[in-house]
């Protein structure tokens, strides 16, 4: 599953072929047996990413059938996530836990996708 498109994942969840807990749990697997090395993730979400994946597959056991509904992603970590740390990639911000959701994250929990965490970024998104 790790190597579909959204449009593939999709259709494994509307089909049952898969859950959105199971896929969710293959990228955590992922995640944590590669991101040591890679350091591609600042935060990982397990315990929350697997709750909302159960309440995913809650609604389309329900008839839900929205485009990202129990669709894992990740966020860089510039994009403020509430209750999550969010350092924009700067040691000055190391401490920062965001007390509100910017929109492109509202609009991804919204839409019933699954946050596994938040990937790693040039200081404040400046490149190199």
């Known amino acids: 599953m790790i190597e579909k ?12 072929e898969i859950s959105s807990v199971e896929l969710t749990q293959a990228y955590l697997d992922r995640i944590n047996r590669y991101n040591e090395t890679l350091n591609a993730f600042i935060t990982v979400s ?6 909302k994946a159960k309440q995913a597959d809650a609604l389309r056991a329900k008839g839900d ?17 509430e ?14 836990i965001s007390p509100y959701d ?11 996708a699954v946050m596994l965490g938040k990937t790693n970024m040039d200081e404040f998104a400046m490149g190199s």
């Not at 959204?6 to 049952?16: K, P």
């Not at 350092?87 to 911000?93: A, N, Q, R, V």
């Not at 910017?102 to 019933?112: L, M, S, W, Y």
């Open 46 to 51: 397990d315990e929350s990413a697997l709750s």
């Open 5 to 16: 498109t959204v449009a593939e994942l999709y259709s494994a969840l509307n089909s049952g």
């Open 65 to 81: 059938s929205s485009p990202l509904l129990g669709i894992p992603l990740a966020h860089k970590d510039i994009f403020c996530t």
């Open 102 to 112: 910017a929109t492109v994250v509202t609009r991804f929990n919204d839409a019933g």
């Open 83 to 96: 209750g999550v740390k969010t350092t924009c990639g700067s040691k000055i911000l190391h401490n920062f």
